[in-house]
Each structure stands twice: as structure tokens, then as C-alpha cells.
């Protein structure tokens, strides 16, 4: 009786256990499928475009220096100040500048002040010469009279002709500090001219970019001070392979896009540089932006040239799951769905181009509910 009760024991527990793992299986074959969209891989016309990248920079720029030596007295300006055309942004110390104009000037006072004396001289000398000219015409109806000897006509003569040269010397002079008048004007605007440089002005209304001067500093003709870039007027410097720049032209619209943009800029091409770059085997294209008070140099930007068209493989830029470097999507395939490494293209809108991975006629799950899992079963809704 004992070893009948101790048998059954172990076929109770057994059968306990077989019971458990039926109801398991029992609930997973009950397991609902998720309900899903799908949408047909399909090969459809896709633009092609080349994508060029590139930094923008001011379409004008100017790079301020000083026309002559001298230490800074002021900066008026700091990097990112907006500034008018004319607007003083340096002064330079003028004291020397100062010494030399007052110097030319009392050497046109000097020159200024002898003028009258000239005239005089040559008021004196024209009175001398008409005196010698009647006294000469006396002596000559004297000397026809026979009243006077030759000697007396001949020193008449003489002092004409003396008063003549004298005369013509008066005038000479005159005009000699005439000329000393004119160059101590032309010393004098010269010193005014220099002193005009100790003013660095605004070359066109802009921004400044770049300050590279302190007050007391020594400035150099053509060494840089001021950076100031026209604002507004921007434009994308691209570097295009030579392999494409055949398909590139000037005045040729072109979709831009600025990492600190959030939008699509239409933009044309202004300029195609002719020489190559011997390393990259690029060119640079110049490429117009439209007037942005938001514009600033050196953002990174894409340019998209549109090449003409071909056919892809197109799928919802939604179904494209990312993780790191890996892009999937997830495919239904017998009421069951997989997750599928692609490779992406181009993007255009919500619509993206799928280079491997994927092939026509194949299902994409669109749009992946939450929660979604390799293996799991789906149903495709109509």
C-alpha cells in the first residue's frame, strides 16, 4: 500500500507540470497580431542631384588699414558692431602731423606777406620805365633839333633800356613768388591730406568681423585693423568636383541649406572660378544667397545642384529607423515583420531614395507602431 501511494506522488507532480506547459502554449497561440500600413517599394522618376558643400562668406568684404604710420589713439568700434559708411572707427595720434601743417602754413604766411612788397617793386619799376620812355622821346625831338649831342640821346637810351630790364625783373619776381605761393598751398594741403589719414573711416555700411587693433598700438600702412563685411549680401562658396561642373552654370538655380537655417534657401549661381584646385581636383562656385539680416560668414552650408532625373527606389523618409550608422526599416513579410538594413540616399521632401536592402514590389511597414519587434505578427490592414 505504501509503494502504491509513493508512485503516484511523482505522476501527480508530472502531470501538474504538463498541465502548465499546455496552457502556455495554448496562450501564445492566441497571441493578436498588430495591425499595420504598408506601403509597395517602388521604383519611381528621382531627381538627381549633386550635393556640393561650402562655407558662406560676404559677397563684399574689406579689410581696414591705415595709409600711414602712426599709434592708435581710439578704437570706436568692437567685433560685431554694425557701422554706416563714413562713420569714424580709428584715430591715430596726429601731434607730429600737427607740427608739420602749422610749419607748411607760416610758410604761407611768410610767402603771403612778401607778395606786397613784390607788387610794390613792380609798381616802382613800371613808374621808372614810363619815366624813361618820355624822358627818351624828349631827347630824341631834341636830338633832331640839333639842341642835344649824341652822347646825351645815347645815355637817354641806355637808362630806357635799363628801366626796361628793370622792369621786365620786377615782373619776374613777381611771378616767382607767384609760384612759392602756389607751393606752400599744395605743402599745405599735403600736410592736410596726411592729417586726414589719422582718420580711418567706414568704406560701405556693414558689420565688423574681426578687430585685430588695441589703442596704443603702432599702425602700419596695409597692416590689417578692421574686418567689415557688407551685411546682408552673402553668398555660398561651394567646392564642385570637376567631374560635375560640366552640368553647372551660371545663373543656374540652386536649393541651399545652412546648418543655422531651418528652411531652404533659393539661391542662383553667380560665378564658376576658373581655375582648378590642383589637390582636390575641385572648383569653387560662387553662389547668391538671398538678403538675410540672419546671414553671417563662415556658417557651413550644401548647395544641391539638380542634374536631371533618373529611377530609385523610394520609400516615406518615416519609415527609415536610425541608430548610429545603421539605417532599417521594417518589412511585413507572411504576416510577420522583419527588421531590414538598407542603405539611404537622397532625401527630396518626405520621400527618401534606398540604394541596397530593399527590392520592388516589397512591403514596408509605414507608419511602425510603437513597440514593434522583429518577428512579431502583423496583420495588413487594406
Not at 27 to 50: G, Q
Not at 206 to 234: C, F, H, Q, W, Y
Not at 273 to 289: C, E, N
Request: aromatic share 6%; charged share 25%; with cysteine.
Amino acid at each position: 500500500m505504501t509503494r502504491t501511494i509513493l508512485f503516484l506522488i511523482p505522476a501527480a507532480f508530472w502531470l501538474a507540470g504538463c498541465g502548465e506547459a499546455s496552457k502556455e502554449k495554448t496562450a501564445a497561440s492566441f497571441v493578436l497580431p498588430v495591425r499595420v500600413f504598408t506601403v509597395t517599394v517602388a521604383a519611381l522618376t528621382w531627381p538627381s542631384v549633386y550635393e556640393a558643400t561650402g562655407t558662406v562668406r560676404a559677397r563684399t568684404s574689406s579689410v581696414i588699414s591705415a595709409r600711414m604710420t602712426g599709434y592708435v589713439r581710439e578704437v570706436k568700434v568692437q567685433a560685431g558692431d554694425r557701422v554706416r559708411e563714413g562713420q569714424l572707427l580709428i584715430t591715430l595720434d596726429t601731434r607730429e602731423l600737427d607740427v608739420s601743417t602749422r610749419r607748411a602754413e607760416a610758410a604761407r604766411e611768410e610767402v603771403r606777406t612778401a607778395v606786397p612788397e613784390a607788387d610794390s617793386a613792380v609798381a616802382a619799376a613800371k613808374a621808372n620805365l614810363d619815366l624813361a620812355q618820355a624822358t627818351f622821346r624828349r631827347m630824341q625831338e631834341l636830338f633832331q633839333k640839333k639842341s642835344i649831342s649824341n652822347q646825351e640821346l645815347d645815355e637817354a637810351a641806355a637808362r630806357f633800356k635799363a628801366a626796361e630790364a628793370g622792369f621786365a625783373m620786377a615782373k619776374a619776381r613777381r611771378l616767382q613768388w607767384n609760384a612759392k605761393l602756389a607751393q606752400a598751398d599744395q605743402e599745405v594741403r599735403s600736410t592736410e591730406v596726411t592729417r586726414s589719414y589719422a582718420e580711418v573711416l567706414a568704406p560701405f555700411t556693414g558689420v565688423v568681423v574681426a578687430k585685430s587693433v588695441d589703442p596704443g598700438n603702432l599702425a602700419l600702412p596695409g597692416a590689417p585693423l578692421l574686418t567689415i563685411e557688407r551685411e546682408g549680401a552673402m553668398r555660398l562658396e561651394a567646392v564642385v568636383d570637376e567631374s560635375h561642373l560640366a552640368a553647372i552654370r551660371a545663373g543656374q538655380p540652386v536649393a541651399v541649406t545652412l546648418d543655422s537655417f531651418d528652411r531652404t534657401l533659393d539661391a542662383r549661381v553667380s560665378e564658376i572660378v576658373p581655375a582648378i584646385d590642383a589637390a582636390s581636383r575641385a572648383y569653387l562656385v560662387k553662389i547668391d544667397l538671398p538678403a538675410s539680416a540672419a546671414l553671417r560668414s563662415g556658417v557651413f552650408g550644401r548647395a544641391a545642384f539638380q542634374l536631371g532625373s533618373r529611377s530609385a527606389l523610394v520609400i516615406p523618409l518615416g519609415a527609415v529607423s536610425e541608430r548610429g550608422q545603421l539605417q532599417s526599416v521594417m518589412v511585413s513579410e507572411n504576416g510577420v515583420a522583419h527588421t531590414r538594413l538598407i542603405a539611404a540616399g537622397q532625401k527630396t521632401g518626405d520621400k527618401i531614395e534606398v540604394l541596397s536592402g530593399l527590392t520592388a514590389g516589397e512591403k514596408v511597414i509605414f507608419p511602425v507602431p510603437s513597440g514593434l519587434s522583429d518577428g512579431a505578427k502583423v496583420e495588413v490592414q487594406p
